[in-house]
């Protein structure tokens, strides 16, 4: 290695610094490891993302070791989750003091967290490389060499370990995930209502799919999951015909809607990497990893307990033992069951509440009877959703 070449060389480089590749380097600030996080963003720039997202209490308790947590001034609390079936009977109901928790989850628009996170990252002692879009990653025997292009410069830096966290993009040709498309969209915006219910958040699975009203402020942000071809038509209604539908499709819980913010869809489908360490020096972390339907709120909240976990593994090893193929695997092997367990449990709410067969209708209610009348089966669900499998 040339002593330019040594220069560059970084002990952890984070290619992506969305709200995961930032919360490992976060949690790997006060280490003596050279870390650099290289994201395509511009600096200064805030993310443009439409999407709110709901944070489970295990997330919460995670970003307060990072020192985000207090930073982020508007977080709405979820106190009930309601979750129901549209045409047909059962429903459960899931209460913070059931739990004996608190709450049971927050929501806050992806922004928020994100620059939270930023922020953070700027007052740490973690290298930042932003307006920096890596083009190229090969794993090599003793590192990582990474190439990016920044201002029309083409750089190259070297890493004992490359942490891939750029929502699944760059290796997607070389490594392709496997890739179960539910055929669905999921359309984002706010709306506000003539009964709002505090700390309430709603869960209604219909046959064309799930609608999250997740509590935030004045009123809810909307998770519309429909088939491709109707979320944009969806996107095409003005407010008025948009608010009517809504209503019609979700009921009266709420009462009328009354307006509604800009739209956003997204294709909706399951992306899992076979080898979350596909080659020498490197591991996928976060949506590079899996990317997962948001019906139950887990994407972000895996990736961000993924990077915890992996801060662990980094700081229990060796310098000269980063990015080994014995390190990958024991991160790997430590992450292996919460992982299966998010995306088992994502996918089956999505294949048995996104059909309309008769059978699968009446296997749906019991389920939610006996979740509503089943203190153990209560307690399981809402521990998995707030703290993993793990947990
Ligand atoms: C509609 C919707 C609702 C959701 N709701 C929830 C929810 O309620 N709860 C929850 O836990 N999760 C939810 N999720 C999932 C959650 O948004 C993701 O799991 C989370 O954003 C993943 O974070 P990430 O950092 O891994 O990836 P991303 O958020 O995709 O960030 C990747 C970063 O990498 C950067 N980047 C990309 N390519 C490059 C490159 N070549 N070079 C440099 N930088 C690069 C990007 O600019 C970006 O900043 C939802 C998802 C959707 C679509």
Known sequence: MTSNQSENLYDIAIIGGGPVGSALALALKNSKLKVCVIEARQADLPSADARA??????????????????????????????????????RAVLRATEMKVPELGYVLPYPVLQDALTNALKKSTVTTIYGANVTQLAGESEYAVIAY????????????????????????????????????????????????????AFERFTPQGPVALLPY??????VWTAPHERAAEMLGWNDAQFLSELHQHFGDRVG?????GTRTCYPLG???????????????????AQTMHPV????????????????????????????????????????????????????????????????????????????????????FVAKRMMFGANG
């Open 53 to 90: 997202l709901a944070l489970s209490c295990g997330s919460r308790l995670l970003l307060e070791r990072l020192g985000v947590w207090h930073q982020m001034q508007d977080v709405s609390a979820i106190r009930t989750i309601h979750i129901s079936q549209k045409q047909s009977f059962g």
């Open 149 to 200: 292009q920044q201002n029309d410069v083409e750089h190259t830096l070297h890493a004992r370990l490359a942490v891939v966290s750029d929502g699944g993009k760059l290796l997607v040709q070389q490594f392709p995930p496997s890739y179960h498309d539910y055929g669905q969209s999921a359309l984002i915006t706010h709306v506000t209502c003539a009964a709002p219910r505090a700390d309430t």
């Open 217 to 222: 402020k004045d009123g809810y942000e909307i």
């Open 256 to 260: 009328e809607f009354l307006t509604v």
């Open 270 to 288: 399951l992306k899992k990497a076979p080898d979350q360490s596909p080659m020498p020096h490197t591991v996928l972390l976060g949506n590079a």
């Open 296 to 379: 139950a709120g887990q994407g972000f909240n895996l990736g961000l307990r993924d990077a915890w976990d992996l801060a662990q593994v980094i700081l229990d090893s060796q310098l000269e033992a980063l990015g080994t193929e014995e390190m990958l695997t024991s991160y790997c092997s430590r992450r292996r069951l919460d992982r299966e367990a998010g995306i088992r449990f994502t996918d089956s709410l999505v294949r048995l509440f996104s059909n309309d067969l008769p059978v699968v209708g009446a296997a749906r209610a019991a389920t939610l009877t006996a979740l509503d009348c089943l203190p153990f089966a209560k307690r």
